[in-house]
C-alpha cells in the first residue's frame, strides 16, 4: 500500500529528516539554494530535537542520507548517537 512515506514523514521524525535534507540537497545541486543557505538550514535541521521511531528504518535513512552526500560523516555518527541513545 505505501503508506510509509505518511507515516515517515511527521514533524520530528528520522522520516521527516531525510525528507527535508534529500530535497534541500537536491535544492542545492540545481542551483535554487546556495552552499551558505544549504548549511545553514542543514545545520538547523540537525539541531531539532529527533524522535526516533523504528530504529532499523532510521539508521537506514541516516545511511541513506550519508550515501547521498547529504551529510557528513560527523553528522552521520551525531545522527546515530541520538537515535542509539549516545548523545
Known sequence: MGGMGMM??????????????ATLKALRDEGV?????????KTKELGQKLNPGELRS????VQRLYESQAITEAERAE??????GLD
Not at 8 to 21: D, F, I, R, Y
Not at 33 to 40: G, P, R, T
Not at 79 to 84: E, F, I, W
Open 58 to 61: 532510521d539508521l537506514e535513512a
Open 8 to 21: 515517515a514523514t511527521a514533524e520530528g521524525t528520522m522520516g521527516a529528516l531525510h525528507q527535508k535534507l
Open 79 to 84: 545522527l546515530r548517537a541520538k537515535l542509539l
Open 33 to 41: 539554494i546556495n552552499e551558505k543557505e544549504w548549511q545553514a538550514k
